[in-house]
């Protein structure tokens, strides 16, 4: 929730010399709304923004928000000497070659996830970064939503004491449209990639195994390409504790972001957000309104978080809160997920590596 | 609830003539619960109590309630030709035998789950009862319970739509006694076999397969007779439709028990029930009492409900709300649950017969 | 919440000796409610019920029930040497004088709220009790309900401080009969009069003023008979707190009963008790059941343990927990709201006795 | 909530010209919640701030914000013809000459609650905005808030009927400063008048009489100033139904803002808005975080709309959302409250400018 204290800060800004110069490549719904939430920051200035599908419509935007240079080509961005860091916001296949480029031009990165589909590719990406010495930041933007960090800072602070089941649901209110689907990497790297990385998070432990089921219930155009639209993984973390993310495509009821850790000492668990607490009876019962409809409403300020942390973890030289490792260890868990759903029994993190080579065939 | 007007059902009872005569074998705490319970409805009368133990506490218990025949062994029950019907409430190993007795006797039966832990066991009684034409009805008490029969309206209303997704969470507030944990037949066969009943119930679906992870993270006394203490069980409806179960055996917070059915239409939850609805806010935030403490508790009104059906089935020849058949499947189920957390694989319920003879060893 | 020890308890009952033999007067709703509720206790027998309109359907009820003895005098009842106690159940105009008859015979005595609509005769009724040293227990049955027992616990532990604010809403789902609205002695004296005890009851204090407001919003049909169908009444406390009830007759959604107290150290809130905890997520919105319908499934638990608590003290010679004082007080706070309302000023409960003589031709 | 897509429309600002020229006469607080929340605004840009106490860092302050007129005199604001609109957030004694001084001076006007705490005076200023042509908002913002927005949606789409009964709990996390209460115009003008306000707004019926109640219970230097701190003011309606405000200057678990309205039809109840959803459960039993703290945190989305909605206005030649005869009208009310605790008796809305100057002395 922004308060009123925040925006003081927010606002600092408008006139005032910007330190981080950022360019977007990618200028897609999420490319957007980082640079939305880039421009409400003292410290950091838009200053290029490339989509390959750049046109006027893209200009008018960027030139409502006085961000001066729009092009199609990532290239120019990238050898912008004035540049201090790129959001990484084009589709996924562009992710490697464009974090090694920015690596090599001395960018600091952040990239959406996942940072690929190819575990292989993915650690030369992060290995690339981490030898220019540059941050590199990976959008789970779930880990800065006010009701998982709260989550979080319950079980680290020893409320609920050792964790024993972590659970998370995870539902969209609509399926993502075909050629979409086609593209996205099926629903454990697409989707339930950000509960892996919820799990790790809120338990504080590392993913050991991971078993899945999935079943296409509600619309045959999964199967096509050789996806789910629901699916359920249990989990084995290495400090014994276990636990089960369940996925669906679509939601009739809009939302639903739950989740709870229960400990040795209690549970802790979070409800979905609504737009107000208004509760209405009738005699047909008692009511009240859905949730937030989709993640732009719900991570509204977990985006704003995400953003502003970035630029002051490049301002003071800190670690990033999210980092390559961190986008690799949740691939290779969608990608153990992926291969225990095909062969049908659990499958360790640890030997994904293995297995995708042994399976690549039908991945 | 029992409302005012149930109440008065209930006691138009005491000095009129009882249609059934009851003999109830076992009374340990759930063997007195239905007595109880049996005292209140008007249509049965309770004759006769067995128990390996009694003594003069159990004549004192007895004779407070006008129960008149109190004795040590079962025989006389089964053999007294006065009695229409026995509640089998002893320890499971003597299930399969009374079952057969008593059906050889022309006894309706009510008997507590699991009829036992041998499915060919279970088999041979469920088979003995159905060939002597007597009732046989298993103690799944949670299918009355106020919460759940309300999901099942919703799910068999179309509320809300084809089921896609079954969620059980069941905590207990503190694991029982070292000496039953060694006879229980382990957290599948004597826990969570609640839940898969609760699962077949809710969704009107049965379970095809599971797939069974379990820890020992409460107490290492489970580790010692090959058991756990936390477990998560996914499941594979024949509908299609997917499921967790997750069972604790210790919530310091009390009994938690709760449930919900994700569909194309919409999701419908239960939450625990509390002992009073008081909100307090303080400066060190807003609270209420945990959720009432247990089974006898949470499930009060269910087993009354589940006795005065069996009473009312008997009266009207209808068939039991939970016959043999329900009790045998959430064993084969529990059974499959076993075989899968030792093979480290997913089991099919209709290969535990075959599994169970190939690892008899060490079931 | 009856757990199943309190059932044990209950039923210890049926074949041993009971201590207390009762009477009840006036058989209507409220005196069969009594009359089960007393059924279930061991200590307790009800011997004898009377009714003006006693015919064939009471007494199969009283058959039903075991009890022999069923006439339309109540007379006879207060005249049985054998009879401890009576249950005064019928209608209002006829508490004073059956307490006096009672009181007389050494009767200990139950009476339904309000004892009478006429202070004077109230205090005549409540001095008859005592002088004869006979136990006069009124019918606030609230006092016993889950839910404000906890909000008394809070205040008196002192968990939110000292009491600043007292709010009571108190909705019932269908306004009364024509007939008895024409007799009830208004909505201050036949409804909010529970609300006036609760706010002594929750406050600990004692209401020292009150100011009325009334309109006629629901049916026509309270306004020929001068009453009012909805009320705010404020209320000022010897301690210094403030407080506020509202009543309505008629709530679409069924019965509205809510209660909060806020002191200096924080806030305690009760909320409705519903049917079950089911929440349905739909395209709609999410949506649960209404509350409890009305009084006998919202405070059924209530009415046994008045009853319980009543037969206790009448064994163990303790005063019982709502008294004649009690009730009269809060007949007091009625009147002095009757008061408010017509003189449109607010009425000390102090001064009733001296306006209620001036103002008696419009009360 | 702000949803991205409003944060786009909020941030198409910066470079582009704005349309709107505020001058803000007044930098405390909600001075500058105003200047930072108008900052976000395409159409508008702060051109000027006035201040009593304008020093260095008022200075800091607005050169953050690129605002650079920053002076102790509000007369250059009111005389700068480049200055489209003010903002009236200086002390309450200023706003009357103000904005008749804007409104000579063709300014449209936001002024803060209440205009003045003399209703003739009041009257003279919001009739020097209606004769000079400009548009005069009042800063009551808890109208643009989500939860109470969503009630009077429900009461005016008919969804509960016909309102019968308002009621509305206010209370602050703590009282204000000595100095502050000396000069406030005490409870009713300072702090219920923003629930009059929300009143009359959500039932959509104007308040006839008020009876009110009050005490100290915080602390003794309310009485100093002949105020108190705890107040119960009820509600008559033109409509006929009724209603219930209550007040504390201090809650110990924060700003509780609470509201329902109860009709022919049902009920809608708002609850406060908490950090987070987060709810944990211990042996001590379940917790969740107290309400966001104050109105900055709880009202953030409804100040920043207010000021959209002016400026909007202004734009497009529409009618203000809160116009003068609702500042007036408000603090008739709070007037009438006023009398009514000193009078010890109802007063009516109609009959405070009589009232006033018969008791002038008192007040």
Redesign the interface.
């Known amino acids: 929730?922004?308060?009123?204290?925040n925006?003081?800060e927010l606002?600092?800004?408008?006139?005032?010399k910007r330190q981080i110069r950022i360019g977007i490549i990618g200028a897609g719904r999420i490319g957007?709304?980082h640079a939305?939430?880039l421009?409400?920051l003292?410290q950091a200035e838009v200053v290029a923004v490339s989509d390959l599908f750049a046109g006027p419509e893209l200009e008018e935007w960027a030139?409502?928000?006085?961000i001066q240079s729009i092009m199609k080509d990532s290239g120019a961005i990238i050898a912008n000497p004035d540049i201090d860091a790129v959001f990484i916001c084009a589709s996924t296949d562009t992710h490697v070659p464009l974090i090694k480029q920015a690596a090599l031009a001395g960018k600091h990165i952040f990239c959406e996830k996942p940072i690929s589909m190819d575990i292989r590719q993915t650690e030369e990406a992060v290995e690339a970064a981490r030898q220019a010495g540059v941050m590199l930041q990976i959008g789970f933007n779930r880990r800065f939503d006010?009701?998982f960090?709260?989550?979080r800072e319950?079980v680290q602070s020893g409320?609920?004491?050792?964790p024993?089941?972590i659970?998370i649901?995870s539902?969209d209110p609509n399926p993502p449209h075909p050629d979409y689907i086609k593209v996205s990497g099926g629903i454990f790297m697409d989707m339930m990639i950000h509960d892996f990385d919820m799990a790790r998070y809120v338990s504080g432990s590392e993913i050991e195994e991971v078993?899945a089921?999935?079943?296409v219930?509600?619309n045959p155009v999964f199967a096509e390409y050789g996806d789910v639209d629901?699916?359920?993984v249990?989990l084995?973390f290495e400090n014994?504790?276990?636990?089960?993310i369940?996925n669906?495509r679509?939601?009739?009821?809009g939302y639903?972001q739950r989740m709870e850790v229960?400990g040795?000492?209690?549970?802790?668990?979070?409800?979905?957000?609504?737009?107000?607490?208004?509760?209405?009876?009738?005699?047909?019962?008692?009511?009240?309104?859905?949730p937030?409809h989709f993640f732009?409403?719900r991570y509204?300020e977990a985006?704003i978080e995400e953003t502003q942390l970035f630029i002051d973890c490049i301002l003071n030289g800190k670690p990033v809160p999210v980092d390559g490792q961190d986008g690799l260890q949740a691939e290779r868990t969608a990608l153990a997920a992926k291969l225990s759903m095909r062969l049908?029994?659990?499958v360790k993190v640890s030997e994904v590596l293995q297995l995708a080579e042994q399976y690549s065939a039908f991945l």
Do not use: C
């Open positions: 929730m922004a308060t009123a204290d925006i003081k606002f600092k800004l408008n006139n005032i957007k709304i939305d939430n421009l409400r003292q030139v409502a928000r006085g006010h009701n960090k709260r989550i319950h409320t609920i004491g050792e024993h089941v659970k649901t539902r078993y089921q999935g079943n219930l509600i629901t699916a359920i249990t084995k014994g504790a276990l636990g089960v369940d669906s679509q939601a009739a009821y639903d229960f040795s000492k209690g549970n802790v668990a979070v409800a979905n957000d609504h737009p107000n607490t208004a509760e209405i009876s009738t005699a047909a019962g008692v009511y009240k309104d859905n937030l732009l409403e509204n985006y049908k029994r659990p």
